[in-house]
């Protein structure tokens, strides 16, 4: 892919009232990736089509979607796309919280990535997975971030938690445990460390998304104070 799609990637495309940002899907040359960005208005049908020959021009042959609730999809589904897989988008206020486990927990390092992203790898389908930019993207999609590490007791990363901030607004980026230490606390122990972070920074209400299929961690975020939102968040997807 040229450079100047690599660009669009970091700054964001604007078209008519609304803004999208897009780039591969976490590095498949096939695959494009789709996402509106900022708080203006959602992107319209025009400017989705737009987007779409962009990315076909430079030799995609499908597109997808950030999850998006149903009124930024609205653009999208008129432009073509279809549900490729639903969310469920979790709340919670930031008042009290739970005690946590204890864990041994540090800011994750450099030299970290290579076990995070087999963390990840065993923990999520291959739709789903993150490389090396996925990592990179979900640290730099809020203007701030925490990216922090669970250690297992022989000392090794066991699991890793990204969390973001926007202004009020924070974020559970993502959440991943090596299998054999689910159900030992260092989930709870991340979110936790996670939610403990955000509020002494001002955040009011942090959100989440999980599939739907994973029950673990839906009842993980629920036990911890989440609730579901109506309407969820869908993935969308398009044959360009």
């Known amino acids: 892919m040229g450079s100047g799609l690599d660009r669009v990637v970091t700054s964001g495309v604007r078209w008519g009232g ?49 999850a998006i609730g149903p009124q930024e999809a609205h653009g999208f589904l008129l432009a073509g796309f279809e549900v490729h897989e639903r969310l469920h988008l979790l709340e919670r206020a930031l008042g009290d919280l739970p005690e946590a486990p204890d864990a041994s927990l540090r800011r994750a390092r450099r030299r970290d990535r290579p076990r995070v992203l087999e963390i990840d790898t065993a923990a999520f389908s291959g739709f789903w997975r993150l490389d090396d930019a996925g990592i990179d993207e979900a640290l730099t999609a809020t203007p701030a971030s925490r990216f922090r590490v669970g250690l297992e007791p022989g000392g090794g990363v066991g699991g890793y938690a990204i969390c973001g901030r926007a202004g009020r607004r924070g974020f559970l980026q993502r959440l991943a445990v090596a299998p054999g230490l689910e159900g030992r606390g260092l989930g709870r122990a991340l979110v936790l460390d996670g939610l403990g972070w955000l509020r002494r920074r001002g955040v009011e209400r942090v959100v989440v998304n999980t599939q739907e299929a994973n029950e673990r961690a839906l009842r993980l975020y629920e036990r911890l104070g989440f609730r579901r939102q109506a309407g969820g968040l869908a993935v969308l997807k398009k044959t360009l």
Do not use: K, Q
């Not at 897009?22 to 319209?44: F, K, N, Q, S, T």
């Not at 089509?49 to 962009?54: E, G």
């Open 18 to 66: 609304g803004r999208i940002r897009l780039g591969p899907w976490r590095g498949d040359e096939h695959i494009g990736y789709l996402a509106p960005v900022g708080d203006g208005p959602a992107p319209g049908v025009l400017d989705v089509r737009s987007a779409c020959d962009r990315l076909a021009r430079t030799g995609y042959t499908e597109v997808v979607t950030a």
